[in-house]
């Protein structure tokens, strides 16, 4: 494969070649937990055991690597702890610029766990400059962010991010699970550290849960190989296998994925139930222009807001044939979830609120069945 080959190719072949021992033109499984020594501390092709390397794994590194534009790709058993691995290159006293607007989990990570271990953070709403930049201090060693956000969709400007890090001497890490390589590629934008939760876009089947963390800096992968060794929170070589088969089809899925969000995001806005319909493809939002900029596409992640509260948003998700009442996202079958009860739970409700997690509020993972099917579908819930 060519260096310069294009998004789709590398999806299929890169950090892959047909096997040498018998031709399989998938990587193997390499159902392993160590290898043979051809004398002690004599590694055959680098592997000695599998929390350290696996060729299954090494072959997935390589891939998303490539997709996202970088040139090291280091996986871990869940997007949680791809986080949890960059947390650990930061020392007590240290302190993060966060998103006001992060999934439950990276929310809960940082206040339950990191905070009482000395590691400080401060949640600012990163689409303002003054209030971005105003959450820097002395002690300011990480930036990180979601763009779009989850659950309201905010997208932050990458660029600015970066510009920001880099003046106060900071990492800037990006969360691309929403958007994927496919749509955007933070590493080009200036960020250090790309983050995925692969069972996510990647995965797209609901089948795997898993992480990975990209970057260019041969410093940085050094590091986060490792706290990946060290800690061990490390990817089996089945969950490798099946995410391998995910990425081989990722541009294809996302291109319906995010046709069919367009379709649906316009039916919402015009929906006589539905008091908001946010999703960055619509001219209505506010940051479609830099949508436009950032991004290939728009994706597949709708939030709305219904009329009638709490009531009315537990009814649709009750009234739903198609989609399914389900946390996580990204796969090949619309879910549909309540982030203020499921999500976003551990989130106060008031710093919710204040975000625009209202109780009315519903995010739709818009998956890449017949879009007529799932109009039809939100019509009659909403109804």
């Not at 003046?167 to 995925?196: E, R």
Request: hydrophobic share 40%; charged share 20%; with cysteine.
């Amino acid at each position: 494969m060519k260096e310069n080959s294009k998004f789709g190719t590398r999806a299929i072949h890169a950090g892959q070649s047909p096997d040498s021992a018998t031709g399989a033109i998938m990587t193997p499984v390499y159902q392993t937990s160590t290898y043979a020594q051809s004398s002690p501390g004599k590694f055959i092709k680098n592997y000695d055991y599998s929390r350290s390397a696996n060729p299954t794994r090494t072959a997935l590194e390589a891939n998303i690597a490539s997709l996202e534009g970088g040139s090291y790709g280091i996986a871990f058993s869940s997007g949680c702890a791809a986080l949890d691995a960059t947390l650990h290159l930061l020392s007590a006293g240290d302190h993060v610029v966060l998103g006001d607007d992060v999934y439950g989990g990276t929310f809960r990570l940082f206040e339950m766990v990191y905070k009482q271990l000395g590691i400080n953070y401060t949640m600012v709403d990163m689409t303002d400059r003054a209030s971005f930049e105003a959450g820097f201090n002395k002690q300011t060693k990480l930036v990180w962010l979601e763009t779009p956000t989850n659950p309201m969709l905010k997208l932050i400007d990458i660029g600015l991010a970066s510009e920001l890090a880099k003046k106060h001497g900071a990492l800037l890490a990006v969360d691309n699970t929403f958007a994927t390589p496919y749509l955007q590629t933070p590493l080009a934008l200036g960020a250090d550290i790309v983050s995925h939760s692969s069972t996510k876009y990647i995965g797209g089947h609901s089948d795997v849960v898993g992480g990975v963390l990209v970057t260019n800096s041969s410093e940085l992968a050094d590091k986060l190989h490792y706290i990946q060794n060290a800690v061990g929170a490390v990817p089996a070589p089945w969950d490798c296998f099946l995410l391998l088969r995910s990425t081989k089809t990722l541009h294809v899925r996302m291109k319906q994925h995010c046709e069919n969000a367009r379709q649906i995001a316009s039916f919402l806005e015009g929906h006589s139930e539905v008091e908001k319909a946010i999703y960055p493809g619509l001219e209505s939002f506010p940051q479609h222009g830099l949508a436009k900029e950032q991004m290939k596409d728009f994706g597949g992640m709708i939030s709305m807001i219904v009329r009638g509260g709490l009531p009315k948003a537990k009814s649709v998700l009750e009234k739903v044939k198609i989609f399914s009442c389900a946390e996580s996202l990204g796969g090949v079958e619309s879910l549909i979830e309540h982030p203020a009860i499921m999500t976003h739970a551990t989130i106060p409700k008031a710093q919710r609120e204040a975000l625009g997690i209202a109780d009315g509020l519903i995010r739709l993972s818009v998956g890449i069945e017949d879009v007529d099917d799932l109009i039809q579908d939100l019509s009659q819930a909403l109804a």
